[in-house]
């Protein structure tokens, strides 16, 4: 091969893409149903944007940004995630005289440069949300309800929900310089690198890939020192989960990445605990619109990896039923084509159609019609009044007339939903 494709990318082939369209979809109901709407911004913003939303001393900023120089001189990033464009996105468009809670949701691919693992690519794809205009804590526990209801749609049954408060920079304020005396009291378990970064941002130790659970559990908690407005915040939004019936941990060590968090944050998992089985995650962010150059304005935020999703979904019989197509259309000899087409035309108002001109034998096609998990293989000539119907569920085949097309898909449609409702019942 002359070509190969970037490290840390992917390809998604006609053999997967149904599985990312059945997990955007569900995701994109679920935001229906809780009244967002639909957002889409650049692939690129101002550099400034994410280093000052982000974070100057977060490792996206510090390592993982695609960054360079357009021919005007302005420096450019590939978008490592979300939130600042939509937030941007809101102010320039006045958004926010808009009144009211914003609810808006996006999909698209992001770009970090990391290093690829299982679930983690270069150029990866989210789906999130994004609830602007409210500090209610009932809008916290709405947004995890919404992501615990999409996931259960896609087959994770009992996901595992952790939650924790960042608190105000009231609360890190009285939290920062205990724990930077914390951090120093282990200094000889750090690399010279990461304690420098901790000793700017000592927050960033929570949520390091470098050092696991056990150095994290000699250093004190921000719970412990959670001002009472934080504290109280966090504890309506426990008591609203636990009215909705959502299971959740709190997990005191959970910090999440960027640096705009406030107050809740949380992460969504899948099977055994650690970094390959989290779903999505989110939280809250009451600070950065302003930073942006906006109002003060609190929102809270989600996104989900789609990657990561469709890779760890568990396998559905349902999952293939709609791959293929409804209909496979074979033409008997190359004269049949335009009757092919005419036939086709029809039975698109049934569902969807894939006509054969390849000029293979007529075994052939019926082979690929199976193989593709079509409902019916319909055979068409070039002159004769009548097709042959295989119906490669049933096992069976008879003649339709050409004119009767229709007529024959929607009995057959009505047939099979009957069938269907009769096991149901039973």
């Not at 407005?229 to 636990?242: I, Q, S, W």
Request: glycine share 8%.
């Amino acid at each position: 091969m002359k070509y190969s494709r970037p490290r840390g990318t992917h390809d998604v082939t006609p053999a997967e893409i149904d599985r990312w369209v059945e997990v955007e979809r569900a995701f994109e109901r679920a935001f229906e149903r809780y009244a967002y709407r639909g957002i889409r911004t650049p692939i690129f913003e101002s550099t400034d944007l994410f280093v000052r939303a982000v974070g100057e001393q977060s490792d996206i900023v510090t390592k993982e940004m695609y960054t360079f120089t357009d021919r005007g001189g302005r420096s450019l990033t590939l978008r490592p995630e979300n939130t600042a464009s939509v937030i941007r996105a809101y102010l320039e468009n006045g958004m926010h005289r808009w009144g009211g809670i914003q609810r808006l949701w996006y999909t698209g691919p992001m770009f970090r440069y990391d290093r690829p693992q299982a679930g983690r690519y270069r150029q990866f794809h989210q789906v999130g949300a994004e609830a602007i205009g409210s500090d209610s804590p009932a809008l916290d526990a709405e947004i995890i309800q919404l992501v615990v209801e999409a996931l259960g749609e896609l087959g994770f049954a009992g996901v595992d929900v952790r939650i924790n408060s960042v608190g105000t920079e009231a609360s890190r304020a009285r939290y920062r310089g205990v724990l930077l005396d914390a951090i120093e009291s282990v200094t000889g378990e750090l690399a010279p690198e990461a304690l420098a970064r901790y000793r700017l941002n000592p927050l960033r130790i929570f949520d390091s890939k470098e050092y696991g659970t056990s150095l994290k559990e000699k250093l004190p908690l921000l719970s412990d020192y959670l001002v009472d407005e934080d504290r109280a915040h966090f504890a309506r939004v426990k008591d609203l989960m636990v009215a909705l019936q959502v299971p959740f941990t709190e997990d005191p060590h959970l910090v999440r990445g960027l640096d705009y968090y406030t107050r809740t944050v949380f992460e969504v998992y899948h099977g055994a605990h650690g970094a390959q089985s989290a779903l999505c995650g989110g939280g809250r962010y009451d600070t950065l619109v302003a930073e942006c150059g906006g109002p003060n304005t609190p929102a809270i935020g989600m996104s989900a990896g789609l990657e990561r999703i469709v890779e760890a979904r568990p396998a559905t019989s349902e999952r293939d039923e709609g791959a293929g197509p409804r209909y496979y259309i074979m033409c008997a000899g190359a004269g049949a084509e335009a009757r092919a087409l005419q036939a086709a035309s029809v039975l698109r108002a049934f569902g969807s159609v894939e006509v054969d001109v390849s000029g293979r034998s007529q075994k052939t096609q019926l082979e690929a019609a199976s193989k593709k998990k079509a409902r019916a293989a319909v055979l068409v000539d070039a002159s004769g009044p009548e097709v042959a119907w295989h119906d490669l569920a049933m096992r069976n085949q008879v003649r339709v007339a050409f004119g009767a097309l229709a007529d024959h898909a929607r009995k057959q449609a009505g047939a099979k939903s009957e069938t269907r409702r009769s096991k149901r019942e039973r």
